[in-house]
């Protein structure tokens, strides 16, 4: 069964469009992380954030914020104001006992 | 600190040749992990390790692969023999802390192609 889905395969904005990337994920544990990475057409797999089962709060790093919703199972990720820099695959990952990534979204932003 | 190192980054090998990746975790992490990754089939776990121990190889897809960890600074994942549906991208990771709840770093990859 998949643990992690990220339902948009690909998203195209154009350059100053905020993107909100969805990630849903199945546990049955308690305790668990989540994560999102990106991988740049370079092909590295970079982190970007990390946020733990019992800390809801939502945050907004520079350009970057999360959505946490334990009661949904949700944990949606948005570019604000993206830039062509951020045209890149963007992964999300559960880590209850072990790291699963959802399949990704290829985010296209066009100047 | 140089990063998780994976050697070789490209390796085009012919079908049923041994096949063996390299990776150096980054120092002083404990837990070290090999993925690869398809356009069919995502980002898979593969194996992954504490303290040099496997802990989980139930992503490994069948006993052509095998991986090992002889000490906290190097990784093989070996492919014998290998096929053209083994031709993918393979990371290794590394993190701090069994349970990770820090972030895994990951290496450039190997690109593998079987001919």
């Known amino acids: 069964a998949q643990k992690v889905t990220q339902a948009q395969t690909e998203i195209s904005v154009v350059e100053k469009e905020d993107v909100t990337l969805d990630c849903v994920y199945e546990t049955r544990d308690t305790t668990y992380y989540l994560f999102w990475y990106k991988q740049p057409p370079s092909g590295e797999l970079v982190f970007l954030i990390r946020r733990n089962s019992f800390d809801e709060q939502n945050e907004i790093s520079g350009r970057y914020s999360w959505n946490f919703q334990k009661s949904t199972s949700s944990f949606n990720f948005t570019i604000t104001a993206s830039q062509v820099v951020d045209s890149a695959v963007y992964f999300c990952a559960l880590n209850d006992y072990k790291l699963s990534f959802g399949a990704g979204t290829t985010v296209t932003v066009r100047a | 600190d140089a990063g998780v190192i994976q050697s070789p980054r490209h390796e085009v090998t012919e079908m049923g040749q041994e096949v063996t990746l390299r990776c150096k975790p980054i120092s002083g992490h404990n837990s070290l992990f090999w993925y690869r990754q398809t356009m069919m089939r995502g980002l898979e776990l593969l194996i992954y390790f504490n303290n040099n121990v496997p802990i989980d190889d139930s992503g490994m897809p069948e006993d052509r692969f095998s991986a090992k960890m002889p000490n906290a600074s190097f990784s093989t994942l070996k492919i014998q023999p290998s096929e053209p549906r083994d031709s993918a991208v393979y990371f290794c990771?590394?993190?701090?802390?069994?349970?990770?709840?820090?972030?895994?770093?990951f290496g450039q990859g190997t690109r593998l192609t079987v001919v």
């Open positions: 990771a590394s993190s701090s802390d069994r349970k990770m709840n820090t972030e895994a770093f």
